[in-house]
């Protein structure tokens, strides 16, 4: 269904999106990327829902719609303004 070119896309992104998940918060730096990562992998996790939808059953899109609820927490709760100053 799907081209072999089209999935090493996809993996790879699948692979840039986790790292810009971890990194950014890891290393402390250029962390306005974890939301931004979360965001772009919500997106594939809608084209997997749908890939998945098409090819079997509901219960088991279930899965990747749970991931794509979860990064859209992580993209909610890491967004710039949910940051506080610190408090002095």
Not at 20 to 34: A, D, K, R, S
Not at 67 to 81: D, E, I, M, N, W
């Amino acid at each position: 269904m799907l081209s072999a070119g089209f999935l090493r896309f996809i993996g790879v992104c699948e692979a840039l999106g986790a790292l810009g998940l971890i990194l950014p918060g890891l290393l402390h730096i250029q962390e306005w990327l974890t939301p931004l990562a979360a965001v772009c992998l919500v997106g594939i996790m809608i084209g997997a829902v749908t890939i998945t939808l098409m090819t079997a059953t509901a219960a088991i899109a279930a899965i990747p719609f749970a991931v794509g609820l979860l990064l859209l927490l992580v993209a909610y709760q890491r967004r710039p303004a949910a940051r506080t100053p610190a408090a002095a």
